[in-house]
């Protein structure tokens, strides 16, 4: 009897464990880290993107932004999965009859082979709607507002605002690294191209009592980088007059 318990017990225990293994939720699926690592080999990603010569493929936000002005929904709610089937059905089934680009595009870039074996279900649906949310009309009227209003700004201005250049440094005052007034005095025209190395690929050492290292600014633009340079340069002229 004590042995036909513990049977059930087991039984009992292994159908309790299932069930809560079957209730698990599913790990969400990152529609933006999807779309990078099984589209940016043929399409742009940026907003708004980037031309290059050759490209093979046009870019995600032509693409989405195609898909969103022809593919009609009476009920704007439904909208987003009307697309987002099309995007799950198009990329595995693709065809010249279903596509909605031009038929110059088309002649162009040709259709898109079939990308079944490359991709899930599950991640198509996270891609296709991170796509429908990511590349949007009045998301891409912000990021070229924000533009326009950046390049309205002197370099330094700009490179202060889009960097975190001014966590550490101040343009007077002393912070865990020198202010631009002291690099300037310290450094001349002769060095600038020491303190453009130590923009782009950070330095450590140069300031007795700074214990926090510069980090590399590899992502900055050289041409920011120049131009911030030679505004640092300048400085000296304030601090001499």
């Not at 969400?28 to 010569?53: I, R, V």
């Not at 709607?129 to 990021?143: A, P, V």
Request: include cysteine; hydrophobic fraction near 35%; charged fraction near 30%.
């Amino acid at each position: 009897m004590r042995i036909v318990k513990i049977g059930l017990y087991s039984i009992i225990l292994v159908g309790l464990l299932n069930s809560c293994m079957d209730n698990k939720p599913k790990k969400s699926l990152d529609g933006k880290e999807l779309l990078t690592q099984k589209c940016a080999k043929c399409h742009n990603l940026d907003m708004p993107p980037k031309s290059y010569e050759n490209e093979i493929a046009p870019s995600i936000m032509a693409v989405t932004f195609h898909l969103k002005d022809f593919i009609k929904s009476n009920n704007p709610s439904e909208h987003e999965d009307k697309v987002v089937n099309f995007i799950k059905d198009y990329v595995i089934n693709p065809s010249r009859e279903k596509s909605f680009c031009d038929k110059d595009s088309l002649d162009s870039y040709g259709v898109m082979p079939s990308q079944k074996g490359n991709v899930t279900k599950d991640e198509l649906d996270a891609i296709a709607h991170y796509m429908y949310q990511t590349f949007d009309n009045q998301k891409l009227l912000k990021i070229m507002a924000e533009k326009s209003r950046l390049a309205k700004m002197p370099l330094y201005q700009r490179v202060l605002e889009v960097s975190s250049c001014k966590n550490c440094h101040s343009i007077k005052e002393d912070k865990v690294a020198p202010s631009f007034e002291m690099i300037a005095s310290k450094y001349s025209i002769s060095d600038r191209d020491n303190l453009i190395d130590s923009i782009k690929n950070g330095s450590r050492g140069k300031w007795e009592g700074k214990k926090v290292p510069m980090p590399p600014f590899k992502e900055m633009n050289s041409d920011d980088i120049e131009g911030f340079v030679d505004w640092i340069l300048s400085l000296k002229k304030n601090i001499n007059n």
